[in-house]
């Protein structure tokens, strides 16, 4: 057997390694043994489930160096809780692959190492209260017990945040009754409702893909900006799955740009209503608090998107499965994420069975066919330079506090 092919091999196993400590043990051994009888039997004494050779690519010269820097598979939780900088952790991926349980077990795991933490999720199909076994459904941060340090929860309610938003810029004002009226006996009344509310109303009752999330994460922004909540030193958010979550990721930019283009419009307008307004010697009209209010949420979506964008502030950590439709949908995500530049370095591959003691049949294929699919994410593009959690499927649901510690010992360490 060839070296290359010998070395390509080895990748593949070292991929399926238990820890950093074990992928040095084989790359010591197969170092010394340069053989693949050997090596076969180096693998599976590890309780590797090999893949038949010929499903295993050839790498090129350049990935099978790659072998001189295995692959860490502990999470790295020391440098996630050092420090006491606000950080804000991600956790996205397909739907039902365990975000939630990993998200929740995240921030049990950081109150319980000394951070006061918020739980945030912005799905608009919640399960934080689920997970946690409490009820965290009105909109407002609930606090969690059973932990050492402050823990807060909340399920974000895009629908109540849509609703507060519209109220509060309904209630603003917009050019006024009396320009309307004015506007209207020239045979302007269209114009003037446009320039009035520059369609926000119409925008909000039939909001574009992605809207409420936008609102939701401005609505998360209040918390996070307001003193009040200053103490809290991580913040963990749930998102939902992976399509809303990018429209979410990616909406700052697009709001950013379509509410810079409204407001030069509402600048041109009001330049005509002046016109109006001077030639009918009405009284120059009040600030539009309206246009502040947009304003406002303009510079909330800048914020929101200079901090998705910042490594030392936001990490995005993708949970997955191991099955061939997890992967590739991660894949996908990572490489949208990428295009975003959202930070990424953790991937959390969840619910990977264990070892079988017994002889059961299924559990046996059951984990050859998640091992093969580990394996390709060392091929992957874009998963290949992820640091690779592995989380084992374990045989009660994971609800309450203490079955969240139990699960975060095993995931964070
Ligand atoms: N490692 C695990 N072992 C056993 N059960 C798990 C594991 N991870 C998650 N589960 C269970 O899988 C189910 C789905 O998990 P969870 O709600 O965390 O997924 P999700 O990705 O947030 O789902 P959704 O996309 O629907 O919000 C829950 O019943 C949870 O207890």
Not at 138 to 158: M, Q
Not at 346 to 351: A, C, D, E, Y
Not at 376 to 405: F, H, W, Y
């Amino acid at each position: 057997m060839g070296s290359r092919r010998l070395a390509s091999f080895s990748l593949a196993c070292i991929s399926g390694a238990s820890s950093r400590k074990t992928s040095m043990a084989m790359l010591a051994l197969f170092s010394k043994s340069q053989n693949y009888t050997s090596l076969c039997r180096i693998a599976r004494s590890f309780e590797f489930v090999s893949a038949p050779l010929y499903r295993i690519p050839l790498k090129s010269p350049f990935q099978v160096r790659s072998i001189s820097t295995p692959r860490e598979t502990v999470a790295g939780f020391d440098e996630m809780v050092a420090g006491t900088q606000r950080k804000h952790y991600m956790l996205g991926g397909k739907g039902g692959v365990g975000k939630t349980s990993c998200a929740a077990s995240l921030a049990v795991k950081f109150a319980n190492h000394g951070h006061p933490t918020i739980v945030i999720s912005t799905d608009p199909a919640h399960s934080l209260s689920d997970s946690f076994a409490q009820d965290l459904s009105g909109g407002t941060l609930v606090p969690v017990e059973g932990v050492d340090s402050p823990l807060f929860a909340l399920e974000i309610n895009p629908e109540k945040a849509r609703e507060e938003f519209r109220t509060a810029s309904q209630g603003s004002g917009g050019s006024g009754d009396g320009m309307k009226d004015l506007m209207d006996s020239m045979g302007l009344g269209m114009l003037a409702d446009q320039l009035g509310e520059l369609k926000l109303g119409e925008l909000l009752d039939t909001p574009p893909p992605g809207l409420d999330e936008a609102i939701a994460i401005s609505k998360v922004m209040q918390f996070v900006e307001s003193q009040q909540y200053n103490m809290f030193t991580r913040i963990v958010f749930d998102t939902a799955p992976t399509g809303h979550t990018l429209r979410l990721l990616s909406l700052p930019d697009f709001l950013d740009a379509s509410i810079g283009k409204m407001m030069k419009l509402k600048k041109k307008l009001a330049s005509t209503t002046s016109a109006f307004k001077s030639v009918f010697g009405k009284e120059k009209k009040q600030q539009d608090v309206a246009s502040d209010k947009v304003e406002q949420l303009r510079e909330r979506m800048a914020k929101v998107r200079d901090l998705f964008r910042d490594p030392d502030a936001t990490e995005f950590v993708i949970v997955t499965i191991p099955t061939v439709m997890a992967i590739s949908e991660s894949s996908r995500l990572h490489a949208s994420l990428r295009k975003e530049c959202i930070p990424v370095q953790r991937l959390i591959v969840n619910q990977v069975l264990p070892p079988s003691a017994s002889d059961c049949k299924f559990c046996a294929m059951k984990r050859k066919d998640q091992m093969r699919v580990l394996e390709t994410i060392m091929s992957d593009p874009q998963l290949a330079n992820l640091r690779l959690v592995q989380a084992p499927l374990v045989d009660v649901e994971i609800r309450g506090v203490p079955a969240l510690k139990f699960m975060g010992d095993m995931i964070w360490k």
